[in-house]
């Protein structure tokens, strides 16, 4: 599957990309999880986003928020999603491989946290990342914080 990855800033997002990663997230985020929360936090606007397309259909994509954003001393990657219809195929690790790439090339030297669902505590474990917190609740879903150094 050939998958075409871009960064952009919210800037730099055309009005059919927004449309694509917020439809993205909430049929993941909300109907699948059946979690209602907050998607438009305010973090958007400040943060830089991946996006992972097949042909013309957003399948992948995650942000990186830079540090003092979210986390006083790290920067952080969130809302990282894959479409239902691609799981199981290595684009999750790849579309995180690619963002934490992108987080040391903009933070060098800088920590990276991530508040993880609890389910997926072996797929981040695997890219390197440490559980730093006791688990938590976060609209609705355990979470714990997680942080690669």
């Known amino acids: 599957m050939t998958i075409n990855w871009v960064f952009k800033s919210f ?3 055309t ?3 927004l449309y694509d990663l917020l439809q993205l997230r ?3 985020f909300v109907v699948e999880q059946d979690c209602a929360y907050q998607d438009l936090d305010g973090l958007d606007q ?3 986003h991946l996006l992972g397309y097949h042909q013309q259909e957003l399948i992948a994509t995650a942000r990186i928020l830079p540090p003092q954003l979210k986390y006083p001393d790290a ?3 969130g809302r990282v999603v894959t479409a239902i219809s691609v799981r ?5 690790k790849t579309l995180m491989q690619k963002a ?3 987080a040391r090339r903009m933070f060098p030297n800088v920590d990276i946290k991530i508040s993880a669902q609890c389910y997926l505590d072996k797929f981040y474990k695997e890219l390197g990342f440490k559980v730093i917190s006791a688990v938590y609740l976060e609209d609705g879903i355990d979470h714990q914080e997680m942080i690669l150094e």
């Open 26 to 28: 909430a049929a993941v």
């Open 100 to 102: 934490i790439a992108e």
């Open 15 to 17: 009005n059919q990309e």
């Open 88 to 92: 199981n195929k290595g684009i999750g």
């Open 46 to 48: 400040r943060s830089l």
């Open 11 to 13: 800037e730099e997002l």
């Open 75 to 77: 920067a952080a990657i």
